[in-house]
């Protein structure tokens, strides 16, 4: 499987897509699909989220009742 490096976000650019990451989030998007939506990788999506000033939620979801 070949990968295509997305060049470096720098500035204005990289502040637009940290505002378009932290919007998709804000929906409830987990960080693997902002990124897939994105195109970019998970890391540099999680740190953009960060810049962004995002509180990322907990690992795992919420926990579910057993069925009765």
């Keep these: 499987m070949t ?3 997305r060049p470096y976000l720098k500035g ?6 940290a505002r378009r990451a932290a919007g998709l989030y ?3 998007c ?3 699909s902002v990124a897939r939506q ?3 990788s998970y890391g540099g999506t999680r740190a953009l989220l960060l ?3 995002v509180t990322l939620r907990p690992r795992g979801g ?3 009742k ?3």
């Design 26 to 28: 804000a929906q409830g």
């Design 12 to 17: 204005t650019d990289r502040e637009e897509m």
């Design 3 to 5: 990968t295509t490096r």
């Design 62 to 64: 919420g926990i579910r």
């Design 30 to 32: 987990t960080i693997a």
């Design 51 to 53: 810049e962004a000033g």
């Design 66 to 68: 057993a069925a009765a």
């Design 38 to 40: 994105l195109g970019r």
